[in-house]
């Protein structure tokens, strides 16, 4: 911003917010102005940077922290001695208060964007402004929240499946079988089973455990050397080498 006031320069010229007073004089030819690269420029209105840099966030409500809304308070520069519109000063230290404002974000959950309310001066600090909002993205898990998480999603779809799968199946056993029952109950019955077996499995380094199973007869081994004569080794599911073989196998 470029004050049209030639008796002093702005400590910022950009900021969050810029308090303005009085008229705006016309731009000129050339502009009557300049900022701080001594390029010429239409002048603005007499006017100060309010807040810049960082904001500091708080709780509006610090007892409501779900629909009490939250506040970005801004930081600015006190007036220099030459600023003719100088800031209360702060009775502990003798110096000007900072220049301030206050964006206070509402929480609002019809509200989908950000909807200005109004800007209120300070009534004891005229250097000190609040700025207020509405917006759903100030409501914790409201509107303006991301929604339901990946993880939720799955599970909701999980227990509707589940859902469908047994009412479907016990409505379509009584069509058929005349007697409510549960889907697949054989296969349910032995589900438990199976994955006890897997655990085990799994536990045992991928390796099945026990004897021999029923029936099996010889294995070929396939990747093992040739005996003489090119026939192949065979050894049987026991873990003993039959006949022709010269190391011990491991049952897969």
Known sequence: MWSSSATWSNTYEFG??????????????????KDKQNTAKCCTADCQVLGTGA?????????NPTTGGVKA????????DSDPFWCTFNPSTGAQYEREVHFNFNCDESVDGITPLEAVQ???NDCRYM???????ACAGGSGSDGLSGGWI?????VCLAFV?????????????????????????????LVRDGFLFVGHGFKKQGGSLAGAGSYDDIAGPSNTGGAKASYTASGTAGA????PYTDL
Do not use: H
């Not at 700025?131 to 993205?137: G, I, P, Q, Y």
């Not at 799955?154 to 999980?158: A, C, G, Q, R, V």
């Not at 409505?171 to 697949?184: C, D, I, S, V, W």
């Open 16 to 33: 969050v917010a810029v308090q303005f007073w009085g008229a705006t004089p016309a731009c000129g030819n050339p502009p009557a102005c």
């Open 55 to 63: 904001p500091m966030w708080s709780l509006l409500d610090p007892t």
């Open 73 to 80: 308070r801004f930081l600015g520069a006190a007036a220099s």
């Open 122 to 124: 300070n009534s004891t």
């Open 131 to 137: 700025l207020e909002f509405a917006t759903s993205k």
């Open 154 to 158: 799955f599970i909701i779809i999980l």
């Open 165 to 193: 799968y047994i009412v479907g199946g016990m409505g379509y056993n009584y069509y058929t079988k005349q007697r409510l029952e549960f889907p697949n109950v054989e296969m349910w019955a032995t589900f438990a089973d």
């Open 244 to 247: 022709g073989g010269d190391e």
